[in-house]
T-cell receptor, first 110, second 113 residues
Framework: QKEVEQNSGPLSVPEGAIASLNCTYS??????FFWYRQYSGKSPELIMF????GDKEDGRFTAQLNKASQYVSLLIRDSQPSDSATYLC??????????FGSGTRLLVRP | DAMVIQNPRYQVTQFGKPVTLSCSQT?????MYWYQQKSSQAPKLLFH???????NEADTPDNFQSRRPNTSFCFLDIRSPGLGDAAMYLC????????????FGPGTRLTVL
């Protein structure tokens, strides 16, 4: 069964620090990778997507993809208390189905 | 401007009483999805439509059905809700073709009494 694994957390970081969120996936044929942010009681909100190996930066967010090692990560620089949420990693597998991880809860301490 | 709209945002129903959740979109996307998400769990795909082509996940209970009368609207029908069906129901759309990014509506929180 195709899986996407994330540490459930919580990951606790002080305000202003870098938060590093990691995700591994099992389907080597996966092509597209997404990070969603989900506040408690709300729906997932797209943060970033990445298709190619390497880094992709958007403001304070950097997505990193390593297909050989089958992991994708999200770095959040200058973390703010408003970044406190659950971050869902999602992978489009080789059958074009989006598989979600269970999410990592991030807490940014003021 | 809201692009994926779900109604109602909160739905309370009684055990066994049918309920219909609705989703509409202004993005003119040809792919629409219904997910179920329970607390601290990953969203679980129930159905998706590519245009009018309906695709049912193998483990979606028979109690759940879906309709898509046109491009803009999609409905989720729960024929006889059980306590285990209490969850957040998420509608998502995707442009299809080269774009495989899914955009979610605000969700409907279903409570079963």
């Amino acid at each position: 069964q195709k899986e996407v694994e994330q540490n459930s957390g919580p990951l606790s970081v002080p305000e202003g620090a870098i938060a590093s969120l990691n995700c591994t996936y099992s389907d080597r044929g996966s092509q597209s990778f997404f990070w969603y942010r989900q506040y408690s009681g709300k729906s997932p909100e797209l943060i970033m997507f990445i298709y190619s190996n390497g880094d992709k930066e958007d403001g304070r967010f950097t997505a990193q993809l390593n297909k050989a090692s089958q992991y994708v990560s999200l770095l959040i620089r200058d973390s703010q208390p408003s970044d406190s949420a659950t971050y869902l990693c999602a992978v489009m597998d080789s059958s074009y189905k989006l598989i979600f991880g269970s999410g990592t809860r991030l807490l940014v301490r003021p | 401007d809201a692009m994926v709209i779900q109604n109602p945002r909160y739905q309370v129903t009684q055990f066994g009483k049918p309920v219909t959740l609705s989703c509409s979109q202004t993005l003119n996307h040809n792919v629409m999805y219904w997910y179920q998400q329970k607390s601290s769990q990953a969203p679980k795909l129930l159905f998706h439509y590519y245009d009018k082509d309906f695709n049912n996940e193998a483990d979606t209970p028979d109690n759940f059905q879906s309709r898509r009368p046109n491009t803009s609207f999609c409905f989720l029908d729960i024929r006889s809700p059980g306590l285990g069906d209490a969850a957040m129901y998420l509608c998502a759309t995707e442009g299809g073709g080269d774009s495989d990014t899914q955009y979610f509506g605000p969700g409907t929180r279903l409570t079963v009494l």
